[in-house]
């Protein structure tokens, strides 16, 4: 289904209770993100379901109702209100209870970034389910570490400029945290964030050009920062539109902060340690006939498995399911051994399995051939996904572990494609290395050999 937008979209997303201007004001937004905005006709198979209180055209109890409705059309979708800054302290936590507040006023960029994240959050949680699933069937139960958030008393690092603001971030911090460490600047944000380990950040910019949204953007590619969620109190709500783009993820009203910093911090944490958990999980799933031991990639007995559970859900929710399918070439030794070769593509194929997501499954499907299923995912994200793989592997030396310790480049054959709607596992990898074996590919020259 193409929903209007000129191709299928990322997501589906239920539109309730704005005005006709405002509808189409998100639906122009939320497409050129890749988001269809559909009516609440469509709400079975919706993956978000937005509630616009601006303006107060719906009451908070009103509200409430169509948030129980859109959760019972879709129990897996969630809830996000869309709220004015001057909603009271009382009707702002009725709501929290049925879904997340988002403040905004005219522009939705900030909203779209909350709703990827809502979107990859729900993504990891089904394919931890799905995964759990399949290994009860494989008789794996054993195999992995136990999902669970921890219970542990909060751990939370203000940093910015004295003032108003901070003042009332650590008055409603206090209460609800072990420790409450207070810094000035990016500098000493970052000496606190290496020597100590924190559950939720709050950054204080005092402009545009502060060294905090660069320190944000980078703990957020930092493999061990990365899942420490910041928090950016915001005098304007159209302002995180432009702290978004710089890489800020998480935005409230600085006004709010004194009554809703504290549950938001203690929210916050909590879904992050659980995101956290399902991730290690998901890269911990092993066992005997679960992984090849050599690549690490998950063996043809778990893809028939697990990828039936995959196309079923799909087929299920309505949801895109996209295949990568990656052919691997080593050059050969001049003495013509076939153990370094091997020792390098192993190399190369664990490699993969961590440039991909954590819900993406990695499986070797022959020698050299791997293929990636990606639940929730089109075809367009699923080429620029190839093309990462590709552009690593390809930039990226391998050695061959023998004693010469000979260096090896790996030359690598992608092709990406969407699963028709009602196809098997069997046949969506057959289709897969049908693509992968009829695409034209450039001359190679062969594979780099460092001596």
Do not use: W
Not at 168 to 173: I, P, R
Not at 192 to 203: P, Q
């Amino acid at each position: 289904m193409q929903d209007g937008i000129g191709k299928a979209p990322k997501a589906r997303i239920v539109y309730v209770g704005g005005p006709d201007e405002a509808r189409a004001a998100l639906t122009e937004s939320f497409a050129e993100a890749g988001f269809a905005l559909v009516s609440h006709e469509d709400a079975a198979q919706c993956d978000i379901g937005l509630i616009d209180l601006r303006g107060r055209r719906l009451s908070s109890r009103k509200a409430q109702s169509i948030a129980a409705v859109l959760r019972q059309s879709s129990p897996e979708s969630s809830i996000i209100i869309l709220i004015d800054p001057y909603m009271d302290e009382t009707a702002r936590k009725a709501l929290r209870r049925h879904g997340e507040l988002v403040v905004m006023l005219t522009r939705p960029e900030g909203l779209i970034e909350r709703c990827r994240q809502v979107l990859r959050l729900r993504n990891v949680a089904e394919e931890a389910g799905e995964r759990l699933k399949s290994l009860a069937g494989l008789n794996r139960l054993n195999e992995f570490p136990p999902i669970a958030a921890p219970a542990a008393p909060l751990r939370v690092l203000i940093a910015g400029e004295a003032g108003p603001t901070a003042l009332a971030a650590v008055n409603a911090l206090t209460p609800v945290t072990e420790q409450c460490i207070c810094v000035f600047s990016a500098g000493q944000a970052l000496r606190a964030v290496e020597n100590g380990r924190f559950d939720v950040a709050v950054f204080l910019p005092a402009r545009d050009n502060d060294p905090l949204m660069s320190l944000a953007r980078s703990l957020r590619r930092h493999p061990k920062h990365a899942s420490m969620p910041i928090i950016f109190p915001l005098g304007d709500p159209d302002v995180a539109v432009d702290y978004a783009r710089r890489g800020a993820s998480d935005f409230m009203l600085s006004d709010h902060v004194a009554a809703d910093l504290g549950a938001k911090a203690q929210t916050t944490a909590r879904r992050s340690r659980l995101l956290k958990s399902m991730r290690r999980f998901l890269n911990a799933c092993e066992g005997d006939g679960v992984r090849d031991p050599g690549s690490g990639a998950f063996t043809a007995t778990f893809l028939t498995e697990h990828g039936a559970r995959l196309c079923a859900r799909a087929d299920q929710s309505g949801r895109k399911m996209a295949m990568i399918a990656l052919k691997l070439e080593m050059e050969a030794q001049d003495s013509g051994e076939a153990e370094p070769g091997r020792r390098a593509l192993h190399q190369a194929a664990r490699l993969i399995n961590r440039v991909t997501r954590a819900e993406d499954v990695v499986a070797r499907v022959g020698v050299d051939t791997f293929l990636v299923l990606a639940p929730a995912t089109t075809e367009a994200n699923a080429e620029k996904a190839a093309l990462r793989i590709q552009g690593v592997l390809e930039n990226t030396v391998f050695r061959s572990g023998d004693d010469n310790m000979q260096l090896y480049g790996v030359s690598i054959d992608v092709a990406a494609c969407e699963r028709p709607a009602g196809l098997c596992i069997e046949e969506s990898v057959a289709l897969a290395l049908a693509v992968l074996r009829d695409r034209p590919t450039a001359p190679k020259t062969g594979s780099l050999e460092l001596r």
